[in-house]
Structure formats: structure tokens, C-alpha cells
């Protein structure tokens, strides 16, 4: 095991003070050394991955310093445009350090969304013409044979990073600003939404609190899909549902994958059909990854909402407000809901005990079904 304050200071002894990136479970150690250590200038928690590629081109056109970007492997597919067409050898030539979190890592137990990437990440890393290391616990001789690598090319190089290799370091949490848990406004929001309608959630642990209220109630798991990975894309998954049915859909986000493909929000504000119903539960952190900050606090939510196209956006912060509140926003058309909650989960809070592939189905027969 690494110890991650040594990990970073060797990282500031080889000039590699900048970070930017989106934070991982398997970097969430790093990542809060990084939040708690580093001056704000030189560390940006990215809507994306992608945008953090474009910030360390841009630092290294600044300063001709490389940078930092972590992500999770499941976010190489946000970094592949602006790795492949403005850092790479052939376009502008700039070297950027990725950390690399390897879920999924072949012959370790991990989520089904991880399995495929975690087979694939080091070949696609080749692939994009990545020299690539993998982390060890003497570290310090591939730090500088990665430095070295790029001041020669200017090459891009990826560090991967297996699970349980930096030691723990705890991220200290802002105080509980709001009244709810999300798994407690989640379970008052459910009971407004009737057995015909559909719920689309996000990855991480929203997906897990809506499929464990099902499970308590005793109720069928038919009328949901939980997006276990796709971070960004539920507003979209729930407008293509929406669009080809009659049924509500309601499209129940989190805070920062509303954040990573804001683009696509727009979109679905404005094509939204009568029966697609927004709703984004802000307690403005990557709290299924750590609980590393988003900006989603210190932005104005519902303008943000309001400018991408819905016509009503409902606030809500306590359970009262949900109760009274929850009824007007599923009347109204094109209308979103942004729900305030703390950060935690409860320490027991399981995962599903269905596949993807078992979700999916029983989604479609329930849809198949009211078409008749």
C-alpha cells in the first residue's frame, strides 16, 4: 500500500502541482488528500472528464508544466475527443498525467457496469496511443520514468491504479445544511408516483435507495430502470422512454451527472413531452465516490433548470415541502424539481439483487404490456 501524503508530496517534488479531474472510488483517498492539500488555483473538480484534459492542455500552454487528471476508467470514453484531437502527437503535441481508476480489473469482484470496462481499459489506453504504467507500492521509479517519458515526447501517459492501493485518508464533509437524507425525500416522492408510471434513476447509490424502497414496500421492481453506470445520460435514457410511450416518466438525477452532460438537459428540456418529469436531487457532492464537491451548491439551481427550458422549476427542502409541492410539479408540464438533501447513506444500504439485463426486461414487458 502507498501512503497517499508521500504519493503527493513526491508528485509536488517532480513539479506536478495541478490537478484536475473527476473523482473515482477507487482514487477517493488521493482525491481527498488532493482537495484538503491543494491550493483551489490548482485543483478544479471537473463537470467531466473531458473538460479536465482541456484545462490541463490549457495549464501546459500557460505555464509548459504538465498536469494531473484522475478519473474513473469508466470516464476514458469522455476523455477520447480531446485526448485524440488536441493532445495527441499528431494534433497539438501536449503531454497530460492521467491516474487512471481500474474498477472492474479482471479477476476482481465489481459491479456489472464495471466488468467490460475493467477488461478493456488497458487495451484501450494502447489503443489511443497511451503509454501506460500501473501503479505500484514503490512508486517513485515509475513517477519518473512517466516524467521522463513525456518532457522527451510530450506523450500523454496513463498511471492505472488498482483497488486498495493508497492508504485511507478521511474527506472532511461540510456540516448537514438541509433536513433530509436523499433515501428519505426519495421514498416521500415515491409515494406520489403511481403504479403506471415509470422511474428512471442514476448510477450510484440513488439507483441502490430506490431499488431497497421497492424491496421494503414489497413492491415490484417492473417500473424502473436504474441506471447503474452512463453518469450524464438519465435525463436522456428517460426522454427516449418518454418520447415512445404514453407512460410518466419520471427521470430522478443527481447533482453531478446533471452537471456532466448539461448539454443534454437542454435538449431534453426542450423536447420534453407532457410526461416527462425532471427531478434532480442536489446535495452537491460525488458522495457515491467519495463525497468530493460539485458546484451544484454554489450555483443557482433553478435558474440554471429555468435557462436550459423548463417552464416551472419546484424547489424542495424538507419532507412538508415534498408533500406539498410534489403534486403541483406532476401536474405541471415541462416542469423539473430540485430536491435539496444531505450528504450519507445508510451503513447497511445494499445493491441490487437483479442483472442489468433482468432490469431492462422486466422494464420493457411492463411497456409492451400498457401498449396493448
Not at 19 to 40: E, H
Not at 70 to 88: C, K, T
Not at 276 to 289: L, M, P, R, T, W
Request: overall charge neutral; proline content about 4%.
Amino acid at each position: 500500500m502507498i501512503d497517499t501524503k508521500s504519493f503527493y508530496e513526491y508528485l509536488l517534488k517532480k513539479d506536478i502541482d495541478t490537478f484536475f479531474g473527476v473523482p473515482d472510488s477507487l482514487l477517493k483517498d488521493i482525491c481527498a488528500y488532493i482537495t484538503q492539500n491543494t491550493p483551489a488555483q490548482n485543483h478544479i473538480i471537473t463537470a467531466n472528464e473531458g473538460n479536465a484534459v482541456a484545462l490541463a492542455c490549457g495549464h501546459y500552454l500557460a505555464t509548459g508544466k504538465i498536469a494531473m487528471v484522475y478519473l474513473q476508467n469508466s470516464g476514458l470514453g469522455n476523455i477520447v475527443n480531446p485526448l485524440i484531437s488536441l493532445a495527441d502527437e499528431d494534433v497539438y503535441n501536449i503531454p497530460v498525467l492521467f491516474m487512471v481508476g481500474w474498477r472492474g480489473e479482471p479477476g476482481t469482484k465489481d459491479e456489472p457496469q464495471h466488468k467490460k470496462q475493467g477488461k478493456i481499459t488497458l487495451s484501450t489506453l494502447e489503443v489511443l496511443g497511451v503509454k501506460t504504467f500501473i501503479l505500484e507500492d514503490e512508486f517513485e521509479p515509475i513517477i519518473d520514468e512517466a516524467i521522463k517519458y513525456m518532457q522527451k515526447t510530450l506523450k500523454p501517459v496513463a498511471i492505472v491504479v488498482k483497488k486498495g492501493t493508497f492508504s485511507k485518508v478521511k474527506l472532511e464533509l461540510p456540516p448537514n445544511a438541509f433536513s433530509m437524507t436523499r433515501e428519505e425525500a426519495l421514498e416521500a416522492m415515491m409515494k406520489h408516483i403511481d403504479n403506471k408510471s415509470v422511474i428512471v434513476s442514476t448510477t450510484g447509490k440513488t439507483s441502490r435507495e430506490v431499488f431497497e424502497i421497492r424491496e421494503k414496500n414489497d413492491d415490484t421492481h417492473e417500473r424502473d430502470f436504474l441506471t447503474v453506470g452512463s453518469m450524464g445520460h438519465t435525463a436522456s435514457i428517460a426522454l427516449g422512454i418518454a418520447l415512445s410511450s404514453k407512460k410518466r416518466v419520471f427521470c430522478i438525477d443527481g447533482d453531478g451527472s446533471m452537471l456532466m452532460h448539461l448539454g443534454g438537459l437542454g435538449v431534453a428540456a426542450i423536447n420534453a413531452p407532457k410526461n416527462f418529469k425532471y427531478i434532480v436531487v442536489n446535495n452537491g457532492a460525488h458522495e457515491s465516490v467519495g463525497g468530493q464537491p460539485t458546484i451544484a451548491l454554489d450555483i443557482n439551481t433553478k435558474k440554471v433548470l429555468e435557462g436550459l427550458g423548463f417552464s416551472k422549476v419546484y424547489e424542495v427542502k424538507t419532507l412538508e415541502e415534498i408533500e406539498r409541492e410534489f403534486p403541483k410539479f406532476k401536474r405541471k408540464n415541462k416542469a423539473a424539481l430540485v430536491v435539496y438533501v444531505n450528504q450519507g447513506s445508510r451503513d447497511d444500504l445494499g445493491r441490487p439483487t437483479t442483472t442489468p439485463v433482468e432490469n431492462k426486461d422486466l422494464l420493457m414487458k411492463f411497456l409492451r404490456r400498457s401498449r396493448k
